[in-house]
């Protein structure tokens, strides 16, 4: 069983940055497909940005392309998510999952994940 922390989040003003962290324990994360998705209020939940298995495929959502960096650190457990750029729209509870699915592919559906942390809430001020 795996358990993942996030942590990270707050308030922050439109245009600035944060970097939100993944910790997992229970399983090394670096054996696992990692993702991070958030969910607005009233909104259902989507995507962020994923990473393989092996480390080598990362993909993001559009509306995030260019301004967040997803990124791991194998020794720690923990991967990350560099939001930079930030917007009133970026507002969410952001969550990281953890797959065992394949290697090389970086999963973007919320149903390919077995692992859910419990949220960081990001608010982001216009």
């Known amino acids: 069983q795996m358990q993942l922390v996030e942590s990270g989040g707050g308030l922050v003003q439109a245009g600035g940055s944060l970097r939100l962290s993944c910790a997992a324990s229970?399983?090394?994360?670096?054996?696992?497909?990692m993702g991070w998705f958030r969910q607005a209020p009233g909104k259902e939940r989507e995507f962020v940005a994923a990473?393989?298995?092996?480390?080598?495929?990362?993909d993001y959502a559009n509306s995030v392309k260019g301004r967040f960096t997803i990124s791991g650190d194998n020794a720690k457990n923990t991967i990350y998510l560099q939001m930079n750029s930030l917007k009133p729209e970026d507002t969410a509870v952001y969550y990281c999952?953890?797959?065992?699915?394949?290697?090389?592919?970086?999963?973007?559906?919320?149903?390919?994940?077995?692992?859910w942390g419990q949220g960081t809430q990001v608010t982001v001020a216009s």
């Open positions: 999952a953890a797959t065992n699915y394949g290697s090389s592919h970086a999963y973007t559906q919320a149903y390919e994940y077995f692992y």
């Open positions: 229970g399983r090394a994360s670096g054996r696992y497909g």
């Open positions: 990473v393989s298995r092996s480390g080598g495929t990362t």
